[in-house]
């Protein structure tokens, strides 16, 4: 595909469930990133990959949250017991050079997440 | 902490009035700063870099050391202009971090 790639679209889940959200980024590209967008909260960053590894975790909110990259592409951001305040549009990005002041970031369409 | 802030969550203005969406950061050294856009049901995407110096859809954007501001401005606003905008700040040369966006509503 031409962009950044993110599924589901729209998840609805039931408090305390487990959800998967996907990101494929743009081929080749080396860095990816997560960022959660909420009324309010602006776009709040959650975690940053170079390749497979993950430099700076420091945006996840609590440790119900993991993501992980495989192959230096597709990444997955897994949520854990979800709970409503998680209720947000989950949105990835990536990126051609390492850093983002020299590359610039290429932004999915966001997963939707609804908690009920 | 090194943040961004912008003060304005809504700003409406008409159609070819000037347009200032204000950005305050705060960085200790040369930070890099950049705009980025989410039109109506369409993607963020970059709208312009300081670095670059760029004039893009009209939109300007002047560093301001003195005063810490990225501010957007535009002279005569256009009714395409209406979309979410965020400020962005690099930091520690591995991430962008990013204001809580302001709406801008352009009236006919």
């Known amino acids: 595909g031409a962009g950044v790639s993110q599924s589901p679209s729209n998840k609805v889940t039931e408090k305390g469930k487990d959800v998967e959200l996907r990101c494929d980024p743009i081929s080749g590209h080396t860095a990816l990133y997560w960022y959660r967008q909420s009324l309010g909260q602006g776009l709040e960053f959650l975690i940053y990959?170079?390749?497979?590894?993950?430099?700076?975790k420091s945006g996840l909110p609590s440790d119900r949250f993991s993501a992980e990259r495989t192959g230096g592409s597709v990444s997955t951001l897994t949520i854990q017991r979800t709970q409503q305040e998680d209720s947000a549009v989950y949105l990835c990005a990536s990126s051609l050079q390492a850093s983002p002041n020299t590359g610039e970031l290429f932004f999915g369409e966001g997963s939707r997440l609804t908690v009920l | 902490a090194q943040r961004v802030t912008q003060p304005e969550k809504l700003l409406s203005v008409f159609k070819g009035a000037p347009v200032e969406l204000k950005c305050n950061y705060s960085y200790s050294g040369s930070p890099e700063l950049f705009w980025y856009v989410q039109y109506s049901r369409q993607r963020l995407q970059l709208l312009l870099r300081?670095?670059s110096r760029e004039s893009i859809k009209g939109f300007t954007a002047d560093l301001n050391k003195g005063e810490t501001s990225f501010h957007l401005k535009k002279p005569f606003a256009q009714e395409e202009d209406s979309a979410m905008y965020y400020c962005a700040l690099v930091q520690g040369a591995q991430k962008l971090v990013f204001g809580q966006g302001t709406r801008l509503t352009i009236n006919p």
């Open positions: 300081h670095i």
């Open positions: 990959f170079q390749g497979n590894s993950a430099p700076d």
